[in-house]
């Protein structure tokens, strides 16, 4: 018996898709999701999905999937060893470990650790209500998008963005530190189109991907220096004439400061320090100054560096002097979640965040699993710390402490997972109901729970909900159904929502925002304190603390492999396989000589940090001083069995405390045996 269902993809993701999920019944009478594409009606997903999620039932139905509640035998130094358990068993002895150790030092020594590996609210945003509810330690979620967002704030406030269906209308698409057909495959239809129309595509990016190879230009920017870039480009515009005057007058504030920063970045100047030539720095402004509408897709890669919440909001500001705003197609996007203006008042308990909780940077998980900092228990969930964290290497040896009580919910044996005390097996997103926002779009989607969880699975609510019974607690939001989360998401006036009922929604399962038509975001300003975009404080270029040297002559980047999103399907062979079956450093031919290593080798790559071996895969896709690993690999593919952020720092960002993967200074010398 065959069956299908549209659900939304869960997955840290922009384009969110909505999928088409072909279900059979096997022979042993169980149905098993066997094909995933995307949804032929849904404007956006326009009927295909990524190469990744393609292969979800193959992790949906992995043998290696954890099915039952599983209990640690051995130390956690040692390869694992687990005795399965009953939930029953399971939670007392969480509950009774929390409730000690809450009588001894407080729920301030309990670390949740999470972040997006669902994007969904219930079991992403609000399960994080027990931890709020007791006053665990506040997690601060900031390995991704904290410093794009807090740029963005800076100049424009709110997160808006152009209609990703008006991207045809563009006549110059600038895709500036994001490899969208990758990292953003939905995108690339829309592209197309404007394509067809005549429109010109370019590339600003450190290495040429597969996005820069699929662009018409492809602009080779020096790793760190997208701020100078945008500051030479900006000097053009104001030079040649190539500013709106009268949108800067209404919908501006502060250009004259911005205009003196950027009076120094001649094009000289500019090509020295971004290692673009100045007729490049040149094409590009003509570009940018006289094609209307130019769409700016900005991505988070600039953002990895310490200099990089700057570099971004120096980019963003481009399209507010040349008038952009005020065409359709024109602008610049960086995220689309402004615009799901649901009521999170309780979202998560939001509403009992407590000043005095102590506070983790999850860029500074290393630091914060020290015996001094105190934490007796940790959660992960929807997350793998020992593979994606920054200064992996301490991480797990933070995590294998036996003083500290393990907890990892998840769907797969991940390398966190067996770190764990106890591995609590969790449900996918075709296992229970959900909602979903966008980043990339303007839809919102509903999932209902269209397969009965296998073994003894359970969705992260129902685990914390049973904790939380275990452990006294009252508050309401911790037992929240997906009906309740429903109806009080969507409980708000705003009109961007008018009409968006919890059984409207439940009974088409997506639905488009109601985006006023012909929307132009910023086309009168911004939501500000002064109404307008902010121009001032200027933007400023300030290199990086750590530059190369001779000790650490490369710069290292770590960008999202084709075939992975972040660590999520790194238990699939065969996307192993497709991404060259183990992870390769990317080296330019002048610096494989000059570190006398050969494509094919093993080279060992040393950072302040620590090292790693990995295979060397020479290209000239790569510019000289810059080393390239692309995708987090797990760990367990590797040679050395480590993962790529055994070699980066906690550093963090200039604005929002991001994280700095690409900020990795390092040294390559042939791998000895």
Known sequence: MTRHALLTCPLDCPDACRLKVTFERGPDGVERAVKVTGDPEHPYTRGFACAKTVHYPARQNHPERPLYPLRRTNSKTEEPQWERVTWEEALDDIAARLKSLIAARGAGSILPYHYAGTMGLLEGSHAHALWRTLGAAELEETICASAGTAAWTLGYGTRLAVNPLDVPHARLIVLWGINSLSTHSHLTPQITAARKQGARVVCVDPYRNRTAAFADQHYKIRPGTDTALALGLMRELFVNGWTDAEYIAQATEGVDDLRAEAEGWTLERTAEVTGLSVSE???????????????IRVGYGMTRHENGGTALRAVTLLPALTGDWRHRGGGCVLSTSGAFRL???????AHLTRPEAPRVNMNELADALTPERGFGAMFVYNCNPAVVAPDSGRVKAGMARDDLLVVVLEQAMTESARLADYVLPATTFMESPDLYTSYGHFWLGYNRAELSPPGECRPNSWVFAELARRLGVTEETVYWTADDLLREVLDTDHPYLAGITPERLKAEG???????????PYAEGAETPSGKVQLAPAPRFVPVQAAQNAEYPLRLLTPPAHHFLNSTYGNLDNLNRAEGGEPH????????????????????????QGAVTRRVRVTDAVQVGVAVVEGTWWGLSAPDGLSINELTAQTLTDLGGGSTFHNTRIRVQRAEG
């Open 343 to 349: 009521n999170r008042t309780r979202l998560g308990a």
């Open 585 to 608: 450093v990317l080296l330019h031919p002048a610096d494989a000589v000059s570190y006398g290593v050969q494509d094919g080798e093993y080279a060992r790559l040393t950072s302040e």
């Open 281 to 295: 720095i040149s094409e590009l402004a003509w570009l940018i100054g006289t094609t209307r509408p130019t769409y």
């Open 510 to 520: 997506t639905l488009p925002l109601n985006i006023p038509k012909g929307f132009l």
